[in-house]
């Protein structure tokens, strides 16, 4: 049994950065990966179901939904597989974060904070293998940011291969606790940097109470029984992959043999006719072979 919770599972994620008595947590996390940018000092967890604008439309459920101390919009989500349009989701994601924030009367001139998405992928986007993608507001011309009020960051785990003895940043070093906790034997980094001490106690198995335990390993089997399901299925386009290939090579074969035939048929009938001194340039224009191919016979 594993000593620490597995972040990829829904609970184990939201146990670490999405309650109340471990938001220091996040906040820490936050300020790791926007280091030289800002600093956030507090945050308020929103709800993360976020309700449709217009009848008949599916609610918004997020991972972390939260907001800074100065306003700022932050969204927070791991996603174990690839989806389609997963890119396009984030957008809609960060624009309806963005719209939400309309408000009526006079008043109001679109004075917008910011919002940010942090998206932890345990796959890989088929266009990008970077580790982390930032997206950003610029002009295509001189690069130069056009505003900041829209944030993408996407941080594609399985890039990250970095030893613990490796690691250079308090960012780093949270990329390896996070992408290997439930193989650790021992929490990484708490000499460091005390936020560690904090993450040890939350993410001990042994600290769950009956309760938690409970929804923490119903988590755990959801997740494996998702892993089970993707591998399938990449076994399955796999093996569909090598039968379409040996078809389209029995396919080749046929054709190949097909042209050998007529070759092989034009050849015979080039000799007889060559037998019967008639002109090679005759030859060649029944059987479609060249004079050197009607020389050799």
């Known amino acids: 049994m594993s000593k620490f919770i597995n972040p990829f599972t829904d609970y184990g994620f939201k146990k670490i950065f999405g309650q109340e008595i471990s938001k220091d947590l996040l906040i820490d996390f936050l300020n790791d990966l926007l280091e030289g940018e800002r600093v956030i000092t507090d945050l308020i967890f929103l709800n993360n179901e976020q309700l449709p604008e217009w009848e008949d439309a599916r609610a918004l459920i997020y991972d972390i939904y939260c907001t800074t101390d100065t306003g700022e919009k932050i969204i927070v989500e791991m ?89 250079e940043t308090d960012f780093e070093r949270w990329i390896y606790t996070l992408k290997n906790m439930d193989t650790l034997k021992r929490m990484p980094f708490k000499a460091r940097k005390a936020v560690f001490e904090k993450l040890e106690e939350i993410a001990d198995v042994a600290s769950l109470n009956a309760e938690e335990h409970e929804l923490y390993w119903k988590s755990v089997n959801a997740y494996r029984t998702a892993l089970s399901v993707q591998e399938a299925s990449k076994k399955e386009g796999r093996e569909e992959g090598r039968e379409e290939g040996r078809e389209e090579g029995r396919e080749e074969g046929r054709k190949e043999g097909i042209e050998e035939g007529k070759k092989l048929q034009s050849l015979a009938i080039a000799r007889t006719m060559k037998q019967n001194n008639m002109p090679i340039s005759i030859i060649a224009q029944y059987t479609g072979l060249s004079s050197e191919e009607i020389d050799a016979l």
């Open 79 to 167: 996603q174990n597989k690839s989806q389609v349009h997963f890119k396009e989701r984030a957008l809609f994601y960060l624009s309806h974060a963005v719209t939400r924030q309309g408000q009526t009367g006079e008043d109001w001139r679109f004075d917008l904070k910011a919002v940010y998405g942090v998206f932890f992928m345990n796959f890989l986007l088929k266009d990008n293998v970077k580790f982390r993608t930032d997206v950003i507001l610029a002009d295509r011309e001189t690069g130069e940011q056009f505003t900041d009020k829209m944030r993408q960051i996407f941080l594609a785990l399985p890039v990250f291969n970095k030893a613990e003895e490796n690691c």
